[in-house]
């Protein structure tokens, strides 16, 4: 080993030391503030970051009896989610392309929707920043996810799988044990619609707030998670308008032609 790279290296130990050190001493107002994306990191490790803002991460750390460096390698772990939000799935099999969809309602609502809910009910009513109309609409919002995720789920993706099916096996048409879906995909599609009405109203809390100069840092937090969160949604309904429902037209075009 060359002295050069043996001096380069103890650099770089030592640089990631003092990381790691600024980082356990950083409040955790400061490390959200810097980075709104580790609030959700430390709610699903159990912390909320609202509850102990003026302690520091390392004070945290000893308190609950965790590890660190765990802690720290865990805010460095890209999330899986966004990074298969990279993948082209128009070359992709449909079937595919439904399970891609399934597991990403599964994300929201299990993940995204519910850090989100904590974040919103727990901010204080009595801090100068007014957060009442999105503590009244978030609720309806996610109740209104939900139930679109589940009904596509029934009805889009379940006719997608049955067509699949009878295009597999043609017979299965004729001898009667599998049967056109009632609806067609052409309809499901025209139905497919994104809660325009709540999607427009959070945003334009958003906008409003982002407008704000005073708030503080839960509020920020408030906000850049539900814009990040806003802007998933916007690509999985474009990954279902521009990727699934073209795919699942030309499925059913291939069944009734048969
Ligand atoms: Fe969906
Ligand atoms: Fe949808």
């Known amino acids: 080993m060359s002295v050069a ?9 030592a640089k990631n030391k003092r990381k790691r050190m600024e980082r356990l001493n950083l409040k955790l107002s400061e490390l959200v503030d810097k980075n709104p994306q580790l609030a959700s990191v430390l709610h699903f490790m159990g912390i909320y970051f609202y509850q102990h803002s003026e302690n520091t991460l390392g004070e ?11 802690v720290i ?24 392309v439904v399970e891609y969809l399934k597991h990403m309602h599964f994300v929201f609502i299990k993940e995204r929707l519910t850090y989100l809910a904590r974040l919103i009910e727990q901010y204080p009513d009595n801090e100068a920043v007014d957060l009442q109309d999105l503590k009244l ?3 309806h ?29 043609p017979e299965s048409l004729k001898t009667d044990s599998a049967k056109l879906p009632s609806l067609s995909i052409q309809h499901l599609a025209q139905a497919h619609q994104h809660h325009d009405g709540e999607m427009a109203e959070i945003k334009e809390i958003m906008d409003q707030l982002t407008v704000n100069a005073k708030l503080d840092v839960h509020a920020r937090v408030i906000v850049a998670s ?9 690509h999985h309904a474009k990954i279902e308008n521009e990727i ?3 795919k699942a037209l030309e499925l059913e075009k291939s069944v009734l032609a048969l």
């Open 5 to 13: 790279y043996c001096s380069r290296m103890s650099t770089l130990v």
């Open 60 to 70: 945290i750390c000893q308190q609950r009896g965790l590890d660190p460096d765990l």
């Open 73 to 96: 390698r865990n805010f460095n772990e890209p999330d899986t989610n966004l990074k298969l939000s990279g993948i082209n799935l128009m070359d992709y099999p449909l079937e595919l």
């Open 137 to 139: 609409i978030f609720p």
């Open 141 to 169: 919002f996610m109740q209104e996810f939900i139930e679109h995720a589940y009904e596509e789920e029934d009805t889009v993706f379940s006719n997608i799988l049955i067509l699949k099916k009878i295009l597999n096996n």
């Open 226 to 234: 539900l814009r990040s969160f806003m802007d998933e949604l916007k």
């Open 244 to 246: 699934l429902f073209p």
